[in-house]
């Protein structure tokens, strides 16, 4: 069975970054063929995608994110993570970490979410 958890704070103040977490079990971050992707759902907005990290631990990022988003991995730990700077109260959602099959991209393991507020 394979498990994602995201961990991070849930409050952010405007102009900080917002960082997060995914912690992998039953499956290694460095596995062949998938990759590793942050999701994000504003409050009644559609699902986002906003990047992910593929196997060999390069990142790929939505463009209208490029400039904000940064996702890295710690492989050590079975791990990787989201930081998204400069934020909005518009950067307010439930935040996803997923896996990704190498194939045709399915998301086939989610996190169960983890709502973070931008708000001072």
């Known amino acids: 069975q394979v498990q994602l958890q995201e961990s991070g704070p849930g409050l952010v103040k405007p102009s900080q970054t917002l960082s997060l977490t995914c912690t992998i079990s039953g499956d290694s971050i460095t596995s062949s063929y998938y990759s590793w992707n942050w999701i994000r759902q504003p409050p009644g907005k559609e699902l986002e995608w906003m990047g992910l990290?593929?196997?060999?631990?390069?990142?790929r990022y939505d463009p209208s994110l490029l400039s904000r988003t940064s996702i890295s991995r710690d492989a050590s730990k079975n791990q990787f993570s989201l930081q998204l700077s400069s934020v909005t109260p518009e950067d307010t959602a439930v935040y996803y970490c997923?896996?990704?099959?190498?194939?045709?991209?399915?998301?086939?393991?989610w996190g169960k979410g983890t709502l973070v507020t931008v708000s001072s």
């Open positions: 990290i593929a196997n060999d631990g390069s990142p």
């Open positions: 997923t896996r990704a099959t190498g194939r045709l991209s399915v998301m086939d393991y």
